[in-house]
């Protein structure tokens, strides 16, 4: 467990940070982006549930706690002496979220436009949660080009931003209340 007595350190002042194997890296470093923006997923859940029945809280409170392990994952690197014993996610994490959105996704009624994010506001959160959830995928995808990267980290947050997506559908009553996006409705 961590504990923490002190919480600012003035480590970071000359704008830099230290990753999980304590190596020192600048704070726009495309690590800390990546890490920092499945931060900001995070965040974006934990306002998601505000609006959510119990069940769908607890979900999400999950995905939380999963996505500190991403966290924990990638600012890590995997090529790093100090990297052995690292937190990772693992294919079970995946899978996990795969099975919810077969689950969830069952019930719902076929898509037959594309959503615009809205309906209630449980599904609005959900969808800001998603996009947020799709940056940080962009970012951990580019990282992956120039470093070594966990590809179940890669795959979790792929996995993450469709469950977010279906559970938005789901909060918008079964999709019957999805904003339905109108090609040219507006020309």
């Known amino acids: 467990m961590v504990k923490l007595t002190r919480i600012y350190t003035k480590g970071g002042d000359g704008g830099e940070t230290s990753l999980g194997d304590g190596s020192r890296v600048a704070k726009h470093d495309r690590r800390v982006a990546a890490y920092g923006t499945v931060d900001e997923a995070n965040a974006a859940i934990g306002l ?57 996704n069952e019930a719902l009624s ?17 969808h800001l949660a998603r996009t947020v959830t799709r940056r940080a995928e962009r970012l951990v995808t580019e990282l992956a080009v120039e470093q070594t990267v966990n590809p179940q980290a890669i795959a979790y947050l792929n996995r993450l931003s469709d469950l977010l997506f279906v559970l938005s559908r789901a909060c918008n009553d079964g999709g019957a209340s999805d904003v339905l996006w109108v090609p040219g409705a507006n020309r």
Do not use: M, Y
């Open 48 to 104: 998601a549930r505000l609006h959510v029945d119990r069940e769908t809280d607890s979900l999400l409170a999950r995905i939380q706690n999963d996505l500190f392990d991403l966290g924990a994952d990638l600012c890590t690197p995997e090529d790093s002496k100090r990297s052995a014993g690292a937190l990772r996610v693992v294919p079970d994490q995946v899978a996990w979220l795969e099975s919810q959105i077969d689950r969830i």
């Open 110 to 126: 076929p898509l037959e436009s594309f959503i615009l994010p809205g309906g209630t506001p449980a599904a609005a959160h959900l």
